[in-house]
Antibody, heavy 122, light 108 residues
């Protein structure tokens, strides 16, 4: 059974760095085609892709946010970490982690975590 | 960068057919996936690669993809189908995941 669970602070101050963890189970990120991604949804807005890391630990970022994002895999456990620097009020959102299955059918987000709400406020 | 365009809302009566469009340049050449997202819940994959259906998704959900438009169809819409529906592709030229702006379904 594939599961993903997000964890991190519910509140961050402007200019601070956000660090979120995605702990997953039921699959191996070293299996060809497997990726773990972060997606967010600001209140009233659409889903916005942020980043993903693939089975070879290659990393891909949303071009518009690339300078603020970093994604990494914890080598000792099934956990992917996302950091976002210089947080602003507009970054207030629910942050989801999700598994991407990359194959001939494209890049499919087939399993999602429940999301974690992050509010940016002083 | 690649852009996906979705109308903001669709309304249907219970039992009617709801259709969601997703426009993109030559989208028919891409693998398009559709997600259902209800408030406070995780998004759910409902259509894979244009017309495939994941395990557990009712046959009422179907898709097509051709030219510059991909379409998700819900036959016999139910109140429980009320949600936002998003299309998604991978822009392999720029290595970017792209989501459409989402369409909110109201079942009147």
């Amino acid at each position: 059974q594939v599961t993903l669970r997000e964890s991190g602070p519910a509140l961050v101050k402007p200019t601070q760095t956000l660090t979120l963890s995605c702990t997953f189970s039921g699959f191996s990120l070293t299996t060809s085609g497997m990726c773990v991604s972060w997606v967010r949804q600001s209140p009233g807005k659409a889903l916005e892709w942020l980043a993903f890391i693939d089975w070879g630990e290659d990393k891909f970022y949303n071009t518009s946010l690339k300078t603020r994002l970093s994604i990494s895999k914890d080598p000792s456990e099934d956990r992917v970490v996302l950091t976002m620097t210089n947080m602003e009020a507009v970054d207030t959102a629910t942050y989801f982690c999700a598994r991407i299955w990359a194959d001939t059918r494209g890049f499919t987000f087939d399993y999602w975590g429940q999301g974690t709400l992050v509010t940016v406020s002083s | 960068s690649y852009v996906l365009t979705q109308p903001p809302s669709v309304s249907v009566a219970p039992g009617q057919t709801a259709r969601f469009t997703c426009g993109g340049n030559k989208i028919g050449t891409k693998s398009v996936h559709w997600y259902q997202h209800k408030p406070g819940q995780a998004p759910v994959l409902v259509v894979i690669d244009g017309s495939g259906r994941p395990s557990g998704i009712p046959e009422r959900f179907s898709g097509s993809n051709s030219g510059n438009t991909a379409t998700l169809t819900i036959s016999g819409a139910e109140a429980g189908d009320e949600a936002a529906y998003y299309c998604q592709v991978y822009d392999n030229i720029h290595d970017q995941v792209v989501f459409g702006g989402g369409t909110k379904l109201t079942v009147l």
